[in-house]
């Protein structure tokens, strides 16, 4: 069939303006592009960040006490829609990193006694778990050791309540409860300067003086629990002992921060692809 004058006129237009054509394509494309990268690497994201937190069993609710009896730990078990209770002792401490101005901050926190029954559970990346009668062995933050230079073996040294302690470093460690460590005096991450270390529960217990005590509990909850009733339980069990307010899992400060990066990719499918879109259709 003869194309008809019209048609030849439109290919003649669009020849002249090849150019002008080409570049409202590419835009078209870019945007499309950029919706489409966005929001596949957010849905692949929550499902990664889906699977590693039920791996590792992630918490969802956390709290953080002076010192409190394990007795009370043993009550927040029995709070409604409660499944498991991990408490652990925990301290901080300062240490000295070479080629650091200023010291970094660290946190020792107890194995768990069953670590097949723990919450929040370490994933091992190198080396091995400090063994049960060594009591100058522990596991450290993976990023942590990275960022500070920080070699395997090498013996570390901090200082917890006026007590210099010194470690030897046999493993390094991921944690979904440690995947954004934020600085003390920001909430921006600084690896170099925030350790976490982990050692057998005798060890941590008389290094930080919480024998038969805990100071951070994790608990899960069944399917369907009322997050907000747990809380509030929890709360009254440990207020006694010093507790702050307990705070469900999408407060927790790592979660949170990873929640945030990964919001942060639909808005820009929201965002960008209209603006390409907008300059075509200007164009």
Same mark, same amino acid.
């Given at each position: ?82 499944? $498991? ?10 240490? /000295?990193? =070479? ?7 660290? /946190? ?21 778990? =400090? ?16 960022? $500070?230079?920080? /070699? ?31 600085? =003390? ?47 509030? $339980? ?17 407060? /927790? ?27 075509? $259709?200007?164009?």
């Amino acid at each position: 069939m003869k194309p008809s004058s019209l048609d030849r006129k439109l290919l003649r237009d669009l020849w002249r303006m090849r150019l002008q054509v080409l570049a409202i394509a590419l835009l078209i494309t870019c945007g499309v592009s950029v919706a489409v990268m966005s929001f596949s690497a957010q849905e692949a994201l929550v499902v990664a960040q889906g699977r590693y937190y039920e791996t590792t069993r992630f918490a969802d609710v956390f709290a953080r006490v002076k010192r409190a009896p394990l007795a009370a730990a043993r009550e927040l078990a029995t709070i409604d829609g409660v499944v $498991a209770v991990d408490a652990r002792a925990v301290n901080y401490g300062l240490m /000295q990193i =070479p080629g650091l101005t200023r010291p970094a901050t660290a /946190q020792l926190i107890s194995l768990p006694d069953d670590p097949r029954q723990a919450l929040n559970k370490l994933v091992l990346i190198e080396g091995r778990y =400090p063994e049960p009668g060594r009591t100058d062995e522990a596991l450290a933050l993976k990023t942590f050791l990275d960022a $500070a230079h920080i /070699q395997m073996g090498e013996r570390v040294t901090m200082v917890i309540d006026g007590r210099q302690v010194a470690f030897k470093v046999v493993g390094a460690a991921l944690s979904p409860e440690f995947v954004y460590v934020p600085g =003390p005096a920001s909430m921006m991450p600084d690896e170099a300067h925030q350790g976490v270390f982990w050692a057998p529960r005798t060890t941590v217990e008389k290094v930080t003086g919480l024998g038969g005590a805990f100071a951070m509990v994790s608990l899960k909850l069944a399917a369907g629990a009322r997050e907000a009733a747990v809380l509030a $339980a929890v709360d009254r069990i440990l207020s006694p002992y010093g507790g702050v307010p307990a705070v469900g899992r999408a407060d /927790q400060v790592s979660n949170r921060f990873q929640q945030d990066r990964i919001d942060r990719f639909g808005i820009v499918a929201w965002v960008i692809p209209p603006v390409f879109l907008l300059v075509a $259709a200007a164009l």
